[in-house]
């Protein structure tokens, strides 16, 4: 069984998130959902259709990384397998975070073919990036209410493309990841930031 004070730490961790992302209008409404590895066998993950601006201790779950809930009966987010099949094929993984903010709702509807972020200092705060001349590619899927073939979907690409450092769904919203809660959060922060700076580009140099 996983440590308990290992739930506690990446609980408070995963509640200081959902208030910051909520105060920047990341998770508006209930949208948005966390998870964050407990170890190797165990991932905590916010329950389905709580605040995540008023999240509290009773506002997660523990999952298997292959989709039990424990203990059984509690219902998970929606993309609950969205999550896990990230823990899965990365042990080190260490947190999953997913916002629908305004930004990236907005830019994967004008490009679902994809989106290239390239000369912004900014995307130095991704893992493997290294310049702002660098092209990070983040790949845009179409939105499904099918959230296994979503899943699917996204391992796939992912195979093929391991180097992925998050993605967006189109008219939904961000999926990135990290080593760590604190990591994935600022992963979350630059890609959020990226995508307002190319929004505005786009709307300024039309
Ligand atoms: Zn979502």
Redesign the pocket.
Known sequence: MFRTEALGARTEELIRVGRFFFERGWVPAT???FSARLDAHHVVLTASGRHKGELDAEGFLVVTPEGQVLPPGGKPSA?TALHLLLYRREPQLGAVL?T?SRPATLLSRLSPQGVVLEGYEVQKALPGVDSHTARVEVPVFPNDQDIPRLAARVEDFLRGHPATCGYL?EG??LYTWGRTVAEARRHVEAFEFLFECELDLRRLTR
Do not use: K, M, S
Request: net charge negative; no cysteine.
């Open positions: 949208a948005g959902n993309e997913h629908h769904i939904h919203g």
